[in-house]
């Protein structure tokens, strides 16, 4: 979130046109009972697994009167519920719907077709925020995947900020990417096809990775384009501020759910691709491993605990959370080699006594994607633990992957956690992370939400693809780990520092955004963004974005710093180098270093 948004502290209450939300959750309840009871009898031959009630599962034998009825009944529930436990998910079996889509909170897009194209939808898909006056800089938490968008008017809006992702998706037409002028604030997409223009707006920082595209218009602080065909030329940086990097050293793309023609469910793990260019979706074979559903253990939040969901995991079985919020009192373990852990519709998980939310064993290949990590009241050391300890091991043929993997501190409701994610296995790759500590909403306060760092990376040879860190106490990301990589990289001071001796770093003004141990030899990040807006004190300092060692193989190239509004000041850029960013001077940059 940025600028314009903190001066609307006071969320607007919504009212749903003609259903209060109850009477507008039971009419959906009912239209998801018909939904399942339609699929049943239109499949004789297999039968659908229980998802739950909280996924829709579309035909394209249903009318597109019923189809529509559908979502816009979701939409009316989530279109302003920033913060309500509500979570779907909407799976598109294969074909044509004549349908146009509004997408609000908590909701998920998914096509289950084995190529984008396999499912077309007809009409469009639009993200924009009247609910908020235009300002888009709280449109979390939601996502598109695996399908073809013709929309009616030309052109896709997709005016969103941080955790609302698209992914392996085809744009038959335009994107725009605000909400008529109001501010978008931070954005992603990866693996798709985009026909014609992407046009930015007032966008303030975004990252493509591995995507086609037909042209891209408009800038604002930091875009970034990692792998992309008909990226937009970036030699003239900062005029205009496009880094482009030709190609992705090594990613995998995100596992996603299919179906075939015989009705039966997979989850689709695609291969690691190094040195790669554009969507891996081109060719008739995509490299990868397609997993049947009977190895997944499907987990509903309603019915499952630590306990079963860590005897599934423990008798070798995938995890697939489907939607909802997961209240655990242990930590989900990850303990086998290559486990899939697949969440739909922003599946959440809550530790409700103090505990780890998930450990991930310093083993090859797991693979956490589409999930939600939410701290509870009572304060958890860590959410997310990537490997017990740091070690020697190596994964660099088999990593460890973390996709649209969301962390937030307070928001929804009191919560506290001392540290988001800690990283601790070599050769991880995070691709699309935002690590949160709330800055609105409930259970929000300097001395309520109370935090440490954001992200700690002790493992080596890790890469990050989007990185996104907010408002955390100490330094917001914190890399004692040698050969780090970091493409994108977006952050903002908290917001809510009492004063300035609230905040001092010994005799230094706050913490840096994002800190590389000083024992570091070897890193590399590019185009990163560090912004302040200091509004219960303005007259607070930040001494650096970035602090880290010097040496022939430390790297930083393409680091802006902005003050948002003014509000607050940013005395250097990187350690002591860079202009200060202050009410005269918002924007401050440094070329490389």
């Known amino acids: 979130m940025s600028q314009s948004s903190m001066h609307q502290r006071q969320l607007p209450v919504f009212n749903i046109p003609s259903l209060g939300l109850n009477t507008a959750s039971a009419l959906l309840a009912s239209l998801l009972l018909a939904g399942c009871q339609a699929t049943e009898a239109q499949n004789t031959t297999v039968e659908t697994p229980d998802f739950g009630e909280h996924v829709l599962i579309m035909d394209p034998s249903m009318p597109s009167g019923e189809v529509q009825n559908k979502l816009d009944a979701i939409f009316k529930l989530q279109e302003s519920n920033q913060f309500g436990p509500e979570r779907y998910a909407v799976l598109f079996k294969p074909g044509v719907y004549h349908n146009k889509v509004r997408l609000g909170f908590y909701t998920q897009l998914l096509g289950l077709g ?106 604002n602080w930091n875009m970034v384009f990692v792998g992309v065909k008909n990226a937009p030329e970036g030699q003239h940086w900062p005029n205009p501020p496009y880094t482009v990097v030709e190609q992705t050293p090594v990613v995998s793309e995100k596992p996603f759910l299919t179906i075939d023609s015989a009705g039966h469910y997979s989850v689709f793990v695609p291969a690691l691709r190094k040195n790669s260019q554009g969507v891996s979706w081109q060719d008739n074979h995509v490299p990868g491993e397609s997993l049947p559903l009977n190895k997944f253990y499907i987990a509903k939040a309603e019915k499952d605990t630590a306990s079963t969901i860590n005897a599934a995991l423990n008798s070798g079985k995938h995890l697939l959370l489907t939607p909802g919020i997961y209240k655990l009192d242990a930590p989900l373990q990850i303990n086998n080699p290559n486990t899939v852990v697949l969440g739909l519709g922003i599946a959440t998980l809550l530790p409700t006594a103090g505990n780890v939310a998930m450990t991930v064993a ?34 660099a043929q088999n990593p460890i992957t973390l996709h649209d993997v969301f962390f937030r501190v307070g928001g929804a409701t009191v919560g506290n956690a001392t540290h988001s994610v800690i990283i601790n296995s070599n050769h991880v790759i995070g691709d699309n992370l935002w690590v949160w500590r709330g800055d609105h909403g409930n259970g929000i306060g300097w001395a309520t939400n109370k935090t440490k760092h954001g992200i700690i990376v002790n493992g080596d040879n890790v890469t990050m693809y989007g990185l996104f860190v907010e408002h955390f106490h100490n330094y917001q990301t914190l890399w004692n780990g040698e050969y780090g990589q970091v493409y994108f990289y977006q952050s903002e001071a908290p917001y809510d520092v009492p004063n300035q001796e609230s905040w001092m770093n010994g005799s230094v003004n706050g913490y840096a955004s994002y800190k590389v141990a000083d024992h570091v030899k070897h890193h590399k990040a590019i185009g990163m963004g560090v912004y302040c807006f200091f509004d219960v004190n303005t007259s607070v300092k930040l001494n650096s974005a970035i602090e880290a060692p010097t040496g022939p193989d430390i790297h930083f190239d393409h680091v802006t710093s902005v003050s948002l509004g003014g509000t607050g000041e940013i005395t250097h850029v990187l350690n002591d180098q860079g202009e200060k960013a202050y009410d005269k001077n918002y924007v401050s940059r440094i070329v490389n270093q």
């Open 114 to 219: 084995q190529f984008p194209d396999d499912v077309m939808l007809q009409g469009g898909i639009q993200v924009e925020a009247s609910w908020h006056g235009g300002d888009a800089t709280q449109n979390f938490w939601r996502s598109v995947e695996n399908l073809s968008v013709t929309p009616d008017n030309g052109t896709m809006q997709w005016a969103v900020s941080q955790a609302s992702p698209l992914r392996r998706i085809h744009v038959r037409g335009n994107m725009l990417l605000d909400d008529n002028g109001g501010w978008s604030s931070g954005g992603y997409i990866a693996d798709s096809l985009v026909d014609h223009e992407i046009n930015s707006g007032t966008q303030q920082q975004w990252l493509t990775r591995n995507s086609t595209l037909g042209s891209w218009t408009n800038q």
């Open 362 to 395: 310093d083993v090859d290949g797991v693979k956490v994607s589409g999930v939600l990590f939410d701290a509870g009241e009572k304060n958890s050391e860590v959410l997310l633990q990537v490997g017990d300890k740091k070690t020697t091991v190596s994964h």
